[in-house]
């Protein structure tokens, strides 16, 4: 893996900070997991489609995870971490970068990586609170990850034509 650049950086940082803000003030939750809905995953998504893989992965792992820790959700800050830079890297990479990139592109690369929001916390929430109630939440993370799509790729597109990135 190559070095990051200063732009990079600066795009996880804020990316990140936004993740952070996205998720804890639209934090709805959902009690039979102690998991919650959020807004976390659209930042997510736009990071992953505008700046790419590694900086969807570090900024939506970090910014979601760093959500949870302040949130006082502990038990989900890593599982948090691991699911939402998953998210960010496998939507990023699966984008690729600007030239070339097709709406149906991005739609494929947001579907790829939203799936793991759902698959992720079930396996988690499966291990700790049990499948039953595990499976409570999978509508709700489903629908976190149509939101992040439908508010997301948009915005992903306006900013990415207009940012000389990638």
């Known amino acids: 893996m190559s070095s990051l650049n200063t732009r990079q950086i600066a795009a996880i940082g804020v990316m990140g900070a936004l993740a952070t803000i996205a998720t804890i003030m639209f934090a709805f939750p959902i009690p039979a997991t102690s998991g919650y809905f959020n807004f976390g995953d659209v930042v997510v998504q736009i990071s992953a489609l505008v700046f790419g893989p590694v900086v969807g992965a570090l900024a939506g792992g970090l910014g979601s995870g760093l959500a949870d820790l302040l949130g006082g959700w502990y038990t989900y800050v890593i599982p948090t971490a691991l699911i939402k830079g998953a998210e960010g890297y496998v939507t990023g990479k699966l984008a690729g970068d600007k030239e070339g990139r097709t709406l149906k592109k991005t739609i494929i690369a947001w579907a790829a990586g939203a799936v793991l929001i ?49």
């Open 118 to 166: 759902p698959v992720g916390y079930f396996i988690f929430q499966s291990f700790l609170y049990g499948v039953p109630a595990a499976a409570v939440e999978i509508p709700f993370n489903v629908f976190q990850a149509i939101v992040a799509g439908a508010i997301g790729i948009p915005i992903s597109l306006a900013l990415k034509d207009r940012l000389d990135i990638i």
